[in-house]
Structure formats: structure tokens, C-alpha cells
Nanobody, 120 residues
Framework: QVQLVESGGGLVQPGGSLRLSCAAS????????MGWSRQAPGKQRELVAS???????HYADSVKGRFTISRENAKDTVYLQMNSLKPEDTAVYYC??????????????WGQGTQVTVSS
């Protein structure tokens, strides 16, 4: 079993910054990729940023240049630094991990979600 613990969400004014953290623990042999998705009211969940074990990164066009994903491999932790936040960034943010567990095949896990609200 794998657990993901997210933190860092909150209320921030437009133009402000937040840093999200997600720590994975449990039956982990390796983590292939980690990322963040979000779901805003009335919208589908979308992938906003991801990073692989090799260090490559990907960003949705809507956040490119404003968000930065990073990974601390030794702690199985991924971060999302969010700068220049806009009201349209308001959403529940979910950590995503593609994990290869001991004794199993690669499996995707989602965190519980953390609310990010951007409002003046």
C-alpha cells in the first residue's frame, strides 16, 4: 500500500505564491513519475505539471512559466512552486505518482487533494 500526503494549499491573493508538497510512503520499489493535477469547479481534472525519475519536466500551457515542479528523490517528495497565481488557478490540487511497488506492477496513486484559492 502507498500513501500520499499533501500540504501547502491555502488562500492567496492574485499574484501571490504557494508551494505544495507531496510525500509518498509505503510499499515503494521505485517512483517512475510524480506530478500534480487540479480540478476546478465545473471543470475536468487536468494535469498541470509532472516530472520523471530522470528529471524531465512537463507543464500545462496554462501554468508554464509560473509553476515549477521539483522532486527530492531521497525523500520521495515532489513540490509544486506556484508563482504569479491567478484566480483561474483556484482548484483542488492532487498529487499524482506512478509507483512501482515491491511485488507488483506500476500503479498510479492520487493524493487526497489540497485546496488552492486565489482571490482578492
Amino acid at each position: 500500500q502507498v500513501q500520499l500526503v499533501e500540504s501547502g494549499g491555502g488562500l492567496v491573493q492574485p499574484g501571490g505564491s504557494l508551494r505544495l508538497s507531496c510525500a509518498a510512503s509505503g510499499n515503494i520499489f521505485s517512483i517512475n513519475a510524480m506530478g500534480w493535477s487540479r480540478q476546478a469547479p465545473g471543470k475536468q481534472r487536468e494535469l498541470v505539471a509532472s516530472t520523471t525519475s530522470g528529471g524531465s519536466t512537463h507543464y500545462a500551457d496554462s501554468v508554464k512559466g509560473r509553476f515549477t515542479i521539483s522532486r527530492e528523490n531521497a525523500k520521495d517528495t515532489v513540490y509544486l512552486q506556484m508563482n504569479s497565481l491567478k484566480p483561474e488557478d483556484t482548484a483542488v490540487y492532487y498529487c499524482i505518482t506512478d509507483i512501482h511497488p515491491y511485488g507488483g506492477s506500476r500503479t498510479r496513486y492520487w493524493g487526497q487533494g489540497t485546496q488552492v484559492t486565489v482571490s482578492s
